[in-house]
């Protein structure tokens, strides 16, 4: 069972509700929890600021640029305080980190030592690149070792999982991760299987297997067997169950694991409006 959990938070609304359902999570675990915010060192050294730096002159840039970090530090601090006294009000004592550097950088080597990293669909800048997922948060679920759990816009209760399961090795291991949280929780889990024409195993016995796995867990899970494409009909089964949180493997059969997530992973963190848990 996940004991440890790492939660980024940038002040944006996606981070908020990042930190909600961390602090959700992190509860009915009983684990500890960590929050983190990375002071971006783009900022400090983009474009952006040269551009400002020619047309003042050196000696006035290094002002602004010191009071531009301090105005970043400021912030982290107050969103890392903001976090803080959340998990007080809930009975929580909340490790805070806050570090300077590339975000999917630090964050990468933050998540060492921890079991979970929770983070949101999209960063503080969210309204700049409208329906396109954050370029960090798609760095980080692209070469995280860890579950990450991506959170969308908007927070609710998690009662009831969906887990995408496949046959694949790390599907199992994404069951195996959806039917502890459905224990630990005390939610009902449905175990979902997309029938894929190309397999040798047919759907129904993927299912059963799943079913049995389940059990060996003294889990009591319904499985669903349906037909077309796996991202599109995670989501539908999602919506039409009352599943609110999605747990699969972060790739399939057939994909460069060191370079790419799964293609309907992929999909569904860009699409959904669902808490994902993406499992390796």
């Known amino acids: 069972m996940i004991k440890s959990i790492l939660v980024c938070t940038d002040g944006s609304a996606y981070g908020d509700t990042a930190c909600e359902y961390a602090i959700h999570i992190t509860q009915r675990l009983k684990a500890q929890l960590a929050g983190l915010h990375v002071l971006d060192s783009r900022m400090l050294e983009g474009p952006m600021l040269s551009d400002i730096s020619g047309m003042l002159g050196a000696q006035p840039f290094s002002t602004q640029l010191q009071q531009f970090r301090e105005l970043m530090e400021e912030k982290g601090e107050s969103v890392l305080q903001a976090l803080a006294e959340r998990g007080e009000r809930d009975g929580l004592d909340i490790e805070t980190r806050a570090r300077m550097g590339h975000p999917a950088r630090i964050i990468l080597e933050e998540e060492v030592g921890e079991e979970l990293l929770i983070l949101g669909q999209k960063g503080e800048h969210a309204e700049l690149i409208g329906d396109l997922l954050g370029s960090n948060v798609e760095r980080i679920v692209r070469r995280s070792s ?21 046959g694949s090795s790390v599907a199992g291991k994404a069951l195996h991760e959806g039917i502890e949280l459905a224990q630990a929780l005390n939610v009902p889990l449905l175990i979902l299987t997309v029938r894929a024409p190309s397999s040798n195993q047919s759907a129904e016995d993927i299912a059963e297997t799943g079913i049995k796995l389940a059990r060996a867990h003294n889990c009591a899970a319904a499985r669903l067997v349906v037909e077309g494409r796996p991202s599109e009909q995670i989501l539908e089964v999602a919506h039409h169950h009352g599943c609110n949180l999605i747990v699969l493997g972060a790739y399939g059969h057939s994909l460069i694991r060191e370079w790419i997530i799964g293609s309907t992973t992929a999909h569904l963190i860009h699409q959904t409006d669902l808490p994902v848990m993406l499992v390796r």
């Open 146 to 166: 860890k579950p990450c759990l991506v959170t969308p816009v908007e927070f609710q209760p998690i009662t009831k999982i969906l887990a995408a399961f496949d």
